[in-house]
């Protein structure tokens, strides 16, 4: 992001790292994207979408709680992206059942989580780093 708070664009690396995004996930057969109301989120998932013919659904950044419910909703089998913000992430991969997800910085824009849900609650969690790394 290119400020500290607040609605604020992508900074260059930010658009370069999306743009990595949409190349890494181009066979992923991702169906749904989701995103939220900032702008940086939808210019992060914006490749991709381009890239998969997808058009983000947009979730309030504050309604973790609704997004998961969304989520959940959706048929067993789908992939989907999920482009939010650091705290909410680890608050998602939690709700659907990851363990000792670690913690993320502020700054830190370039983890990839892939969720697996499984049948008995619990899910497989792993996580890849994708462009270039992001700088404190």
């Known amino acids: 992001k290119a400020g500290p708070t607040g609605d604020v664009p992508l900074t260059d690396a930010g658009h370069a790292r999306?743009?990595?995004?949409?190349?890494?996930l181009r066979?992923?057969?991702v169906t749904t994207?989701?995103?939220?109301?900032l702008q940086r989120t939808q210019q992060t998932a914006a490749p991709a979408a381009k890239a998969l013919n997808l058009t983000p659904v947009v979730a309030p950044a504050a309604?973790?709680?609704?997004?998961?419910?969304?989520?959940?909703?959706?048929?067993?089998?789908?992939?989907?992206l999920v482009v939010n913000h650091n705290p909410n992430v680890i608050q998602l991969a939690t709700a659907f059942g990851a363990k000792d997800?670690?913690?993320?910085?502020?700054t830190e824009y370039d983890r990839m989580m892939i969720l697996t849900p499984r049948p008995?609650?619990?899910?497989v969690l792993l996580t890849l780093r994708y462009g270039a790394a992001a700088t404190p």
């Open 18 to 24: 999306a743009a990595a995004l949409a190349h890494v």
């Open 27 to 29: 066979d992923a057969h």
């Open 33 to 37: 994207i989701f995103v939220t109301d």
């Open 63 to 80: 309604d973790v709680a609704g997004l998961a419910a969304k989520l959940a909703a959706l048929p067993a089998g789908t992939t989907v």
């Open 101 to 106: 997800v670690a913690p993320m910085t502020e």
């Open 120 to 123: 008995d609650g619990k899910s």
